[in-house]
């Protein structure tokens, strides 16, 4: 690993590209003018609350990670169980991670006023510049998690050099800043989801169900904290969430390329690298996207989706044929077969998108349907909200299901052989096609950030009173960014199932660095068939399952998958029992100040804001730890109780039951969004009538569904793969 090849540099130079980039996109949006004073003082509070709800929360973080780095650095020097890089790429991930939410809500909190004061001119105003501010997050996203990859790539290979297990070791160390970017992705995701769907849902059912005033309404004491929660959950929480869906599928990929070609020469380190440059050359291809997004004045729903899915759309198509010359390029064996491969995985997230948006936006049928249940009652809306749910996981499960063979069978040349190098082959197609899904997240990202700014904005109009025509306006981009969440939601929960069954064959890659080094430090390890001492070194993938048992005979796999699907449930019960605990404490004092308070429903005086404000910064912080906390014992306690079998179990458990039920609650909640938002354009009765009042019961449920405890299943699936890897030496100690 003397020389790193000349054409590795692309990666940083992108990354580099991508800062550059976001920081002039950032420059534009400040250049553009906020508004009346009255919105510049909304964006104010807004702006101060979301920034001091993020140092609190960071200030919990931190101290989590530095536990959690002490004991990784006990057991790295004092045990001599882990690399002893482990605990440095462990503090760097989780900071990166944080970083890129960081920037992301404060481009956020500035542009809502700014893309407000643009809609009173015109639609498409309005939509260049939540967009593109949304690009921002998107933009800096994909740079930072590049320069991160880049920067420990050629640290790492300036220590290990030499051998075919050098690449092996850089990148399963590498895979452990991943679990840093974990674990700061779900307690941004955690807490910042109970912070927002406490205010939302609070504010929803006192001010618009039982006080009967608009939605967003300066009357509400809720809406500043609504409207703070939008930017530390769906932006912070955000940004720290697809950043380590976006490093862990690379991460994942590279560690299965050491793997499968440690036995190739110079093609091991082009496996390697080969994920890095196609994400590489993904982001130059996002950039470009986002110059084709724009729309015109008095467009449709239809009108303006189709107007992102071209950015997008042309972003995807284009990173298609460039994987083509970039493998062929590296001298890739079987080069096309791994190119389809990452066809597939782009395949995969566009179906997966289109099926989310006709399951969740009102322009199709299945949420049209829960609008006009409203007219039956609340329950009505519930129950077709749940079905329509639960219908919507078909499509995606199976799209994955086909991405999943047939990338494998690509990167085979159509060779469904389980043998120990096809195995190795075909994996590492699976995780490059988790790569392709991810390679234009620069863009696709910013569609999804766009949603809470264009929400933001909504707020700020209603509130300055801007007049009907904004706020028809802004009501256009809100249902819009509900659609393109949804569709976000669909990307990062698709990315996390390939990443997942990548991360399982990095998990054993991992086992048998721990048991070389345990053999290295005098332990034998005697086959449990053959009774000879079994020689991890020259141990293949199906050697160790076999060694540890593996299979759905061994009680443990199939207890360790039992506890994997609970897992997800019981984190789903924990985060949505938590907004409800949060939510009813909002509602007693927006209930209370509305009782106590005189004059605030004839507008005479000022509600208190801030009470409300701590309310969802005390429930936010102290809820999230436990249920983030869970995640990561969870796997080290099945680790220590059940060994390798068990965690193996417990991974295929989480994944299957968690990769279903996300799908099922971000589809359903963004249904019961939108069906909120057709009633409220006038269908049905339209705001007021009692439809409106049963499909707002109904967002209030899907609130926590959507932006809770669905987009958080995504992480967990990869940290309890993470904290396994992390944590394999404690397991083999106790096999």
């Keep these: 690993m003397e020389n790193i090849p000349s054409v590795f540099w692309l990666v940083p130079t992108a990354s580099v590209a991508a800062l550059c980039m976001a920081w002039a996109f950032f420059r534009q949006m400040m250049a553009a003018d906020e508004g009346t004073a009255r919105m510049r003082e909304i964006a104010g509070h807004v702006r101060r609350g979301a920034m001091a709800y993020l140092k609190q929360q960071y200030r919990v973080v931190t101290i989590v990670f530095v536990v959690l780095a002490a004991v990784f650095a006990f057991m790295a020097y004092g045990l001599g169980m882990q690399n002893p890089w482990v605990p440095f790429a462990f503090i760097t991930g989780g900071f990166f991670s944080g970083l890129a939410g960081f920037f992301g809500m404060k481009t956020a909190t500035y542009a809502s006023a700014r893309t407000a004061n643009a809609a009173r001119h015109s639609l498409d105003g309005g939509l260049r510049i939540a967009f593109r501010s949304g690009a921002v997050m998107g933009l800096t996203v994909v740079g930072l998690g590049l320069l991160d990859i880049a920067v420990w790539f050629v640290v790492l290979s300036h220590f290990y050099q030499g051998s075919s297990m050098a690449l092996v070791t850089i990148t399963t160390t590498m895979l452990t800043f991943g679990m840093g970017a974990s674990t700061q992705a779900l307690f941004a995701r955690v807490g910042g989801g109970i ?17 009967d005033i608009p939605e967003d309404d300066p009357r509400n004491p809720a809406t500043i904290a609504d409207n703070v929660g939008d930017n530390v959950g769906d932006v912070a929480g955000m940004g720290a969430d697809l950043y380590e869906s976006y490093c862990g599928s690379i991460l994942s990929t590279a560690a299965l390329g050491a793997t499968a070609f440690a036995m190739s020469g110079d093609m091991q380190l082009r496996a390697v690298i080969a994920p890095m440059l196609i994400a590489a050359v993904g982001v130059f291809l996002s950039i470009l996207g986002i110059y084709m997004v724009r729309t015109k004045e008095g467009a ?13 759309n042309v972003s995807a198509a284009m990173i298609a044929g460039a994987t083509f010359i970039i493998l062929y390029a590296l001298g890739m064996d079987n080069w096309l077969g791994l190119s389809f491969s990452v066809v597939t995985g782009l395949a995969a997230g566009v179906v997966i998108g289109q099926a989310t948006e006709y399951y969740t936006s009102h322009s199709y049928r299945p949420t049209q349907q829960i609008s006009e249940a409203g007219q039956t009652g609340s329950a009505t809306v519930i129950i077709k909200g749940i079905g329509t749910g639960m ?4 499509i995606p499960v199976l799209t994955i299901g086909v991405a999943i063979m047939l990338s494998y069978m690509c990167a085979n040349g159509f060779d469904l052989s389980m043998s120990a190098g096809s195995m190795a082959h075909g994996l590492y197609g699976i995780g490059i096609a988790a790569v392709g899904m991810l390679s234009t997240l620069g863009i696709t990202l910013a569609t999804d950030a766009y949603g809470p700014i264009a929400d933001n904005a909504g707020g700020n109009a209603e509130m300055s009173e801007l007049g009907e025509q904004v706020r028809h306006r802004t009501d256009a981009l809100d249902a819009l960014g509900n659609t393109t969440a949804a569709t976000g939601k669909g990307f990062a929960i698709g990315s996390a199932a390939l990443t997942a069954l990548a991360l399982l064959a990095s998990y054993v890659e991992e086992i048998k660095i721990a048991m070389v080094r345990a053999v290295d430090g005098g332990r034998e390890f005697i086959h449990p068939l053959t009774q000879q001492a079994f020689d991890p070194a020259a141990a293949t993938m199906p050697d160790f399952m076999e060694f540890f048992q593996v299979n759905l005979m061994n009680p443990k796999v199939l207890v360790g998958a039992f506890i994997g699907a609970m897992a997800a449930f019981l984190f789903c019960g924990l985060t949505m029992e938590a907004v409800g605990r949060a939510a009813q404490k909002m509602v007693e004092e927006v209930r209370r100040q509305f009782r106590e308070i005189k004059g605030i429903m004839e507008g005479k005086a000022t509600p208190d804001y801030g009470s409300c404000v701590e309310i969802s910064t005390r429930a936010a912080q102290h809820e999230m730890i436990f249920p983030s906390l869970l995640a990561i014992a969870i796997p080290i306690m099945v680790g220590l109780l059940l060994g390798v079998a068990g965690v193996m179990g417990l991974l295929v458990g989480g994944l299957a039951a968690g990769f279903t039920l996300a799908v099922f609650m971000a589809n359903a909640g963004g249904a019961w969004d939108n069906a909120k938002k057709m009633v409220e354009e006038g269908h049905f009765g339209g705001k007021g009538s009692f439809a409106h009042k049963a499909t707002i019961v109904g967002d209030t449920v899907g609130d926590p569904f959507k ?3 669905g987009p958080s299943l995504n992480i967990l699936i990869k940290l309890m793969s993470m904290v396994s890897i992390v944590m394999a030496g404690l397991t083999v100690a106790f096999a």
């Design 195 to 211: 912070y927002t769907k406490a205010a939302d849902v609070g504010a929803d059912i006192v001010g618009k169900v039982e006080a």
């Design 300 to 312: 449709t729903m239809k009108d303006l989706l189709r107007s992102l899915s071209l950015g997008t």
């Design 391 to 394: 219908l919507s996981t078909c």
């Design 707 to 709: 932006d809770t405890s």
